[in-house]
């Protein structure tokens, strides 16, 4: 059974760092683009970062870019997002997607709590 479970959230003055990682199993890691999505009180999901089965191509939201570094490591099957400059619209609930490449259903976390408050 596919499974994702995402740690690192917390509370975090503006202006700081957290590191989200993702742990992944029960399926092949390394065939699956993975992603970091948000979701905020009273706002939809939305797709935060993206990076393909190699790790090579990375994409991001724009609000995010050059703030975020979306990251994975195929030999111990996690994915991380270093979020740096935090603020507070970034407060949400992330969670990590695993997507198999031309599919459009894929795996999802449980999410992990982010909030940037002073």
């Known amino acids: 059974q596919a499974q994702l479970a995402e740690s690192g959230g917390g509370l975090v003055q503006p202006g700081g760092s957290l590191k989200l990682s993702c742990a992944a199993s029960?399926?092949?890691?390394?065939?699956?683009?993975m992603r970091w999505y948000r979701q905020a009180p009273g706002k939809e999901r939305e797709l935060v970062a993206h990076?393909?089965?190699?790790?090579?191509?990375?994409n991001y939201l724009d609000s995010v870019r050059g703030r975020f570094t979306i990251s994975r490591d195929n030999a111990n099957k996690a994915v991380y997002l270093q979020m740096n400059s935090l603020r507070p619209e970034d407060t949400a609930v992330y969670y990590c997607?695993?997507?198999?490449?031309?599919?459009?259903?894929?795996?999802w976390g449980h999410g992990t709590q982010v909030t940037v408050s002073s």
């Open positions: 997607h695993a997507r198999y490449p031309g599919h459009t259903d894929g795996h």
């Open positions: 029960g399926f092949v890691f390394i065939n699956y683009n």
């Open positions: 990076i393909d089965t190699t790790g090579r191509r990375a």
